[in-house]
């Protein structure tokens, strides 16, 4: 079994700060369960294009307002406490923060601890050339 406390884990390198957000990888690949889970905070006023071309990712909303917009549709669907996404076509998509927001977040295959995103908003799989 594998307990961990947000609490403890922030004041961590668990922890990883970048423009507008801030991750800390509460479970990573070397926990060995075929996922990763984080607790991503995003920014107040931010607004980030991601693409997860490499990895399906589940995100909850715990805290917060926003909006993510399908890039490939136009598509915009409001966040709030209670709201899922699931990138299930490794979607390009837009996340804005209006609040702060607080997002529970799942991927697979899971990310090593080390990933931040390269220039085209997608996370590199292990080991694959950049
Ligand atoms: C909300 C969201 O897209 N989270 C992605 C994961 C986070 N940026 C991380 O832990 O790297």
């Known amino acids: ?6 609490n403890v884990e922030k004041n961590t390198t668990r922890k990883v700060e970048s423009k507008g957000w801030d991750s800390v990888r509460l479970l990573l690949k070397d926990d060995g ?4 889970f984080h607790i991503t905070t995003i920014h107040a006023g931010t607004e980030h294009l991601f693409h997860y071309k490499n990895h399906f990712e589940c995100v909850y909303c715990i ?9 490939a549709t136009g598509e915009v669907h ?10 299930n076509e490794h979607d390009r998509h837009r996340l804005k923060g209006d609040t702060e ?13 080390r ?12 080991g694959a050339p950049i």
């Not at 079994?1 to 947000?6: G, H, K, S, T, W």
């Not at 990933?115 to 997608?122: A, K, N």
């Open 1 to 6: 079994m594998i307990v961990r406390d947000l």
């Open 33 to 36: 369960v075929g996922f990763s």
């Open 63 to 71: 805290s917060g307002n926003g909006s993510i917009e399908n890039i």
């Open 78 to 87: 409001p966040i709030h406490p209670g709201v899922m996404y699931v990138l």
């Open 101 to 113: 927001m607080v997002m529970a977040c799942v991927f697979n295959p899971p990310v090593t601890g």
């Open 115 to 126: 990933e931040v995103h390269l220039e085209d908003g997608s996370y590199a799989l292990e």
